[in-house]
Every structure is written in structure tokens, then in C-alpha cells.
């Protein structure tokens, strides 16, 4: 079966009585070289497992199964299960779980799926074709989940990859730049037009790789959480000076603030947008 033959697609989905969702974002890749490329990014080597997020059809799903010790494709759409046994049939290394990944248990998950009798984990990558209108939650959850993932390689809306990519401390970073950037190195990787879909989105995507730090600044759950809000509040007001954005998520008044300022060496007169990621790192660790 060819998977990206718009021809063969429709016949399959027709078969299974299968209709595309919008509320699901469903947009299914037909262009033959993205999946490849795709999965050569995401995969190391033969030895390591995957977790897909939503595999559709399961065009990306095979040639990570190709590249793979082992794939798990998380799908929430209970229609496509069937299509998904027919078009895997010949990769019995790759299995579906049924599941919101918003929901599932992920270490449950690499305990039972990934993890042998001796309690060894095999090495771990995440891959997803994300849907435009969630893909900041999962990547959040995938990252700050605290899982023995190596990268996440994902593909999402152009306009998106450009924010989550961005260097912080420029104009194009936002509060989710910083947030993903704490946790990983992102890197975009490659441009796929919306032709590249069945049907085809009204935006163009970009496939980008984010590679976990091994060591996420030190910060404990509890700091992370209120070093996101402190961020939060400066990007709800980047207009405003920090003095005036972070004072209140600090709960601290502004003379106070003024002199933590001036201990860590940042201008009062700073915005957010102006600061990188150590200098928001020192103004937080500083107040507390």
C-alpha cells in the first residue's frame, strides 16, 4: 500500500468509512519524503524505542518502525484503529495504545512498554505530526514531565516553529519560547509546504528537534512553576518595564525589585523581550 497516493488514501479511508475531522485538526502527510526525513532526525539508531503522538494513518509510523527497536503510537481517535491494523500489518515491532496524551501516564507507560525484566530502559525518542491547536500544551507536557526522553522531533505550524525556536531575549521570543527553552535546545529543521497534506491546512509547517537538557537550571518543580509565572507576567505586559511586569508576580514591592535588580546587573528600564534566559534565570533566583 502506498501511503502518499492521495488516490489509495481516499480508497482506504472510503473503506473504512473514515471522515476527517476538523475539531481533531486532522491533516494527513502525502508528500513522500517528509516521513523519512522525519524519522532520520528523530532516531539515533536501531536500538531505541519511539512514542508517536498521533500516528493518523501511520505514514510516519512506518518509517520510524523501519528505523526502530520498538514504536508506540498514541491515538485518540478510536475510527482510525482499524486503518491503523491494516496499514501496520507488515511492522509488528509498532503498536497502537488508545489515549488522550494529554492524559496518559507516560512513565506508566515506558515501565510497561519500553523497560525490560532487569528494569533497563531502552533509549527513548518522541516524534508527533502535532495538530496546530494543541501543540504548545503537548510539548509542554512531553517536556516538563520529567521523562527519559532524549528529543522530541515534531512537526508544527511554520508560524510556530519560528516562536518556539526563537533566541530568547529577541523580539520574536514569547512566555512559551522561554518555557520550551528551559527544558531543551531547539533547532528547526526543515520546511514542509501545506501541499504536503490531505487535506491540505490553510498554513504551512516546519519539522523542529527539541533535545533535553540534562540539567534544567537547577530549578525544583515549585521554582519552575513560579519562574514560568514570573515570565508569564512579563510577556502579558511586554510593553511595560519589568520593574512594573515582574513586581507583582514576585510579590515584591518596587524598590525592593529595584535593588535585586541592580544586584544582578539588569537596567530598571529593562523589558522582557530584552532579557536572555540566564538573565531571567538570575533576576528569579535572586528574589527568592
Known amino acids: 500500500m502506498n501511503l502518499s497516493s492521495p488516490?489509495?488514501?481516499?480508497?482506504l479511508l472510503q473503506k473504512n468509512g473514515?471522515?476527517?475531522?476538523?475539531?481533531?485538526?486532522?491533516?494527513?502527510?502525502?508528500?513522500?519524503?517528509v516521513c523519512p526525513r522525519m524519522a532520520e532526525a528523530a532516531i539515533p539508531g536501531p536500538e531505541y524505542g519511539v512514542i508517536e503522538v498521533g500516528p493518523g494513518i501511520g505514514v510516519l509510523t512506518v518509517e520510524l518502525a523501519k528505523r526502530a527497536q520498538k514504536v508506540i503510537a498514541i491515538e485518540?481517535?478510536?475510527r482510525l484503529y482499524p486503518i491503523l491494523d491494516e496499514t501496520l500489518a507488515d511492522y509488528p515491532n509498532a503498536h497502537v495504545v488508545p489515549g488522550d496524551i494529554l492524559k496518559v501516564d507516560l512513565h506508566k507507560l515506558i515501565a510497561e512498554e519500553f523497560t525490560?525484566?532487569?528494569?533497563?530502559?531502552m533509549p527513548l525518542v518522541i516524534c508527533a505530526n502535532l495538530p496546530y491547536y494543541i501543540t504548545s500544551p503537548v510539548i509542554m507536557k512531553l517536556l516538563s514531565d520529567d521523562l527519559p526522553v532524549e528529543n522530541l522531533t515534531v512537526m508544527v505550524q511554520k508560524e510556530a516553529a519560528d516562536r518556539l525556536c526563537?533566541?530568547?531575549?529577541?523580539?520574536?521570543a514569547g512566555a512559551v519560547t522561554v518555557a520550551i527553552q528551559y527544558y531543551a535546545e531547539a533547532e528547526q529543521l526543515f520546511f514542509v509546504s501545506k501541499g504536503s497534506f490531505l487535506p491540505a491546512p490553510k498554513v504551512d509547517s516546519e519539522v523542529i528537534r527539541l533535545t533535553l537538557r540534562k540539567d534544567v537550571a537547577g530549578l525544583s518543580p515549585e521554582d519552575a512553576d513560579r519562574f514560568f509565572k514570573m515570565v508569564q507576567a512579563g510577556f502579558s505586559q511586554r510593553r511595560?518595564?519589568?520593574?512594573?511586569?515582574f513586581s507583582a508576580a514576585l510579590g515584591m514591592n518596587k524598590a525592593?525589585?529595584?535593588e535585586l535588580l541592580d544586584s544582578v546587573?539588569?537596567?530598571r528600564t529593562a523589558r522582557i523581550e530584552q532579557l536572555t534566559m540566564d538573565q531571567l534565570l538570575a533576576v528569579y533566583k535572586a528574589s527568592r
Open 166 to 172: 526563537a533566541d530568547v531575549g529577541t523580539r520574536a
Open 256 to 258: 525592593d525589585l529595584g
Open 265 to 267: 546587573d539588569i537596567p
Open 76 to 78: 485518540l481517535d478510536e
Open 7 to 11: 488516490s489509495e488514501i481516499k480508497a
Open 18 to 33: 473514515f471522515n476527517f475531522s476538523k475539531a481533531l485538526g486532522q491533516n494527513f502527510l502525502i508528500n513522500p519524503s
Open 116 to 121: 525490560d525484566e532487569d528494569g533497563n530502559t
Open 240 to 245: 511595560k518595564t519589568i520593574m512594573n511586569s
